[in-house]
């Protein structure tokens, strides 16, 4: 499927689950974690979400103006990265669909399992996007990725814009997590409630 038509088959999908995203706020408590903070590229805490207590966390060095650098990384032992970045933009035309991150990221796969591919809508905390999950061939090896794009709503968008709250709150956001088949699958729910656990510190108000 070309990124066009697939972008065009998924904003219909996303334009009903930023309504949803709007309204669902609550947390997501992960059994055996920690409420952890994490700075965004303005250097001030942004965001949240429950940590198990067995991954590590990784500060990134010199990452503020440089968005190709995580905001900080995960670890499960030393097999399995999770990742989160994050994408400001002055301008919602500016942004880049979430549907496009998507696509990259299938195209990081030397071959695909056709039967371990699941794109599917996701949203929480205010924010829409798509989550993927893909396994295939790296560099001769079996892996997973589990990825969430992420795109605030327009209209909490526009919020901040004029409130000219911080690039960070109104950034887009990735996770992904790559690791070994086996692996990821062992520990799949607990990154995937870790990523519903996800949120912006702050409610962003519905006026500035």
């Not at 998924?10 to 706020?25: D, E, K, N, V």
């Not at 067995?54 to 499960?76: G, M, Y």
């Amino acid at each position: 499927m070309s990124i066009s038509l697939l972008c065009q088959r998924m904003r219909t999908i996303l334009l009903s689950l930023f309504l949803l995203a709007s309204c669902s706020q609550e947390g997501h408590k992960v059994a055996n974690s920690s409420r952890q903070e994490i700075c965004g590229r303005e250097g001030s805490p942004t965001y949240r979400a429950d940590v198990p207590a067995q991954w590590v966390r990784k500060e990134i060095p010199d990452n503020k103006s440089d968005t190709t650098k995580a905001l900080c990384e995960f670890w499960i032992g030393d097999s399995i990265r999770i990742t989160l970045h994050n994408f400001p933009s002055e301008t919602i035309e500016a942004r880049v669909p979430p549907a496009a991150q998507i696509a990259r990221w299938q195209r990081q796969f030397q071959e695909l399992d056709p039967q371990g591919l699941n794109i599917t809508p996701f949203a929480t905390g205010g924010f829409a996007g798509y989550h993927l999950e893909a396994t295939g061939m790296v560099n001769g090896e079996p892996e997973t990725l589990l990825g969430w794009a992420m795109q605030l709503a327009p209209e909490h968008f526009r919020v901040l814009v004029i409130a000219d709250e911080s690039s960070d709150r109104r950034s887009d956001y990735t996770i992904k997590a790559v690791g070994p088949a086996d692996l990821m699958r062992t520990h799949k729910q607990e990154i995937v409630r870790f990523a519903k656990s996800f949120e912006l510190i702050d409610e962003i108000q519905n006026t500035p």
